[in-house]
């Protein structure tokens, strides 16, 4: 059964970090681009970051540049999205995604195959 599996949400304080994981069961995630998407309660679903196959591109949104780094360690066969100096509006679900091809852009969630549950993410004082 092909599965992502998110995990690494919870509740953290404005300014703190949490690192989220995207973990790949019952089959290879060598050869997918995979983005990380994030939906808040009453908003669509918008893209957050996204790296290619290779790992040797990756893309933001401009909302999370300069504090969220996308990595993928194939590996481990997971991909991590480190989330520094969070902010109340990065609350929200986020989703990794996985879609075979190299190129992840551009940074919408149309196109994806495969989805992960979700891990919550709240940032609150």
């Known amino acids: 059964q092909l599965q992502l599996v998110e995990s690494g949400g919870g509740l953290v304080q404005p300014g703190g970090s949490l690192r989220l994981s995207c973990a790949a069961s019952?089959?290879?995630?060598?050869?997918?681009?995979i983005g990380w998407f994030r939906q808040a309660p009453g908003k669509e679903r918008e893209g957050v970051s996204c790296?290619?196959?290779?790992?040797?591109?990756?893309n933001y949104a401009d909302s999370v540049k300069g504090r969220f780094t996308i990595s993928r360690d194939n590996a481990k066969n997971t991909v991590y999205l480190q989330m520094n100096s969070l902010k109340p509006e990065d609350t929200a679900v986020y989703y990794c995604?996985?879609?075979?091809?190299?190129?992840?852009?551009?940074?919408?969630?149309?196109?994806?195959?495969?989805w992960g549950q979700g891990t919550q993410v709240t940032v609150s004082s």
């Open positions: 995604a996985a879609d075979r091809r190299e190129i992840c852009e551009p940074l919408t969630y149309l196109g994806y195959d495969y």
């Open positions: 019952g089959f290879s995630l060598d050869y997918y681009a």
């Open positions: 790296i290619s196959s290779s790992g040797g591109r990756t």
